[in-house]
């Protein structure tokens, strides 16, 4: 059986996928190339990988097989790439880390320090909604991930290694500004200024409120924490935002933090990782690194 390492990934991408369209765009290749891979890895196979019933594609049973073996080789490709790194040592290894949207508030920083202690690490860093992050997680992509709260039906490793408190804020001429333990039913006909659907931190508001029996109305929905800090700050509504995306903004005293009931609502950041997956030195290191260095260095 002649087949190319090129082919298995063309394969896999469409397997995984279940597009020809997709994987072009996945893999930078015009939709002709992909499928010509596949036909020379069908007929050097000979016999069909996939199945066209109405618009959809489906692996035949050859292909299910094939998408077995395929995800095997690549494994064992990233686990030889592992252990050459691990010959080279930390100082020249490379470390692909994704991040959810509103720890990249203070991921650059640990990524700062980790990397003047380790010179010679090339680092890539992913910071993107939590969606994405769980999909990357499914094909094993990146070493480490930093989200708000492990993702369900994954099977993966998570480590809290730091508090995540959410906060309420407000222009400092709100009328509660200088209020104490106010309400939380109070809100209840507010509408908030909030981040988009699949956001971790909307969806731990919203059960936050949902445990207290308390309405919550979402009002303008924003991609970036920094929007959110704009609008509340330009009186658009009040918002509810993770304390770690707000040093500047207190400090200077252009928002502040409502003092409400039962607030902040806790939460951690986690360190993640595929279960079973074989770190590389570099993401050892910064694994170690994270855990035991990250809080203070935050604070
Ligand atoms: P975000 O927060 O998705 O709201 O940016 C991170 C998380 O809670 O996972």
Redesign the pocket.
Known sequence: MRVTLRQLEVFATVARNGSFTKAADILHLSQPAVSMQIKQLESSIDMPLFEQIGKKIYLTNAGEEMFTYSQQISQLLDEAEIVLEELKGVQSGRLDISV????SHFTTRLLAAFSKRFEGVSINLDVT??ET?RHQLENNEPDLVI???PPEGIEVDAQAFME?PLVMIAPPDHPLANAKNIDLSHFADEHFVV?ER???????IERFFKEHGVPFHTGIEMSS?EAIKQAVEAGLGLGIA?IHTLELELETKRLVMLDVEDFPIN?HWFLVQRKGKRLSTVAQAFKDFILSEAEEFIR
């Open positions: 959810a949207t509103t720890a909604n939590r992050i989200m708000g709260q995540n981040r699949g956001s971790g931190t909307l969806g731990a924490n993770s939460r």
